[in-house]
């Protein structure tokens, strides 16, 4: 794997970990004020689930080095 490729995966990671905890976040903050009473524990609990799948897709991208990203396959 190159230098390049690896830069790429990262960056897809960083940007796939910002989205899922600032979803997360978002999600949690709502069921927290709609539902729970304003705790924290919602926030906490959302926020987690969304960095626990980003960190599983970026295991899942990192250790793929030999499998083209879905975006980066050419149509036969």
Known sequence: MSEKELGKKWDRCLADG????????GLGIVFSVL??????????LFSGA????AYANCQNDLRSHYLPHRSQKQEL
């Open 18 to 25: 910002v989205t899922k905890l600032g979803t997360g976040l």
């Open 35 to 44: 539902f729970f009473k304003r705790r924290t524990w919602p926030i906490t």
């Open 50 to 53: 969304g960095l626990g799948m």
